[in-house]
């Protein structure tokens, strides 16, 4: 049987992937951004995971305004890095588990969550960036990634609530996979910001701290949060919290906290980061 043994949240700031690929490791601005990742590389050579269940948002870089999915599901053999204008970053391919995301595909729509089928697909970097904080740079992606997009750019995003139930399903159809398998589930965006318009560069600290502890000690706080809430306390962009709860509720009731890194600013964010440890 396949089982989910962590959940891992992190942002995924564009200017974190370029400060990286342009080796700013060291620089004053950026070290203490990265720091925060240096226990989590250690982690996950321990935990070897097999595949990442990555839950994310596509940036209008495969899927323009012209198509919208709310959920879906990339069930290819591969996923080619996206040029979102200046060229793909300089990091391996993601290579797919198309076997277990199909099996993933047909649990969750009978299950009665409405995924759309992706069978070729670029991933931008609400993917790339979070792989590249938590593995580094290395030849090859050491596990294979089921990327999981949510719409989170074009009213109307999913409700909290409805990606926490998501997880929820997440969880059951992952158990019911016949192989024995590793599988992690990553929820990457937020923290609190806004990009446009004339709150522009809003950071909450307070409501992203609130956010971080309630993760592991109040789920049922988060799964409250309305959309107008989040645009309110975290900004325009802050929406991208919900899918961090999609992880959640893949991890069952009780989780411990492994690991929290929270710094403020990285481009217009607040970036944060927790490890997770399903303990029900
Ligand atoms: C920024 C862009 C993002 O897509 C995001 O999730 C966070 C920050 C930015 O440009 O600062
Ligand atoms: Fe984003």
Excluded at 186 to 196: D, F, Y
Aim: hydrophobic share 40%; with cysteine; glycine share 8%.
């Amino acid at each position: 049987m396949a089982r989910i043994t962590a959940g891992l949240s992190t942002s995924h700031v564009p200017a974190m992937g370029v400060a990286w690929d342009s080796g700013q490791q060291d620089s004053q601005y950026w070290a203490p951004v990265f720091a925060g990742y240096e226990w989590t590389k250690k982690w996950i050579a321990e935990e070897d995971p097999d595949v990442i269940i990555l839950v994310y948002n596509d940036h209008a870089s495969a899927f323009s305004l012209e198509m919208i999915p709310t959920f879906a599901i990339g069930c290819a053999d591969d996923f080619p890095i996206a040029d979102e204008g200046w060229g793909p970053r300089p990091v391996p391919p993601v290579v797919g588990a198309p076997e277990l995301a199909c099996h993933l595909a047909q649990s969750l729509i009978l299950d009665e969550f409405d995924m759309t089928i992706v069978n070729k697909m670029d991933v931008d970097h609400g993917l790339s960036v979070p792989l590249s904080m938590v593995y580094g740079s290395p030849d090859s992606w050491p596990a294979k990634v089921i990327p999981l997009a949510v719409n989170v750019v074009q009213y109307p995003p999913p409700t909290g609530e409805r990606c926490y139930q998501l997880g929820v399903a997440l969880r059951r159809a992952v158990q019911a996979f016949d192989q024995d398998l590793n599988v992690q589930v990553w929820g990457t965006g937020g923290m609190s910001h806004q990009l446009q318009g004339a709150r522009a560069g809003l950071i909450n600290q307070e409501f992203d701290s609130r956010f971080l502890d309630n993760m592991s000690q109040d789920v049922h706080a988060l799964r409250a949060i309305t959309h107008l809430e989040y645009l309110r306390e975290s900004g325009s962009e802050g929406i991208e919290m919900v899918m961090w709860l999609i992880m959640r509720g893949a991890l069952g009731d009780a989780v411990e906290e492994l690991h929290r890194h929270y710094h403020v600013p990285a481009s217009n964010t607040a970036v944060g980061h927790l490890v997770l440890r399903p303990t029900s």
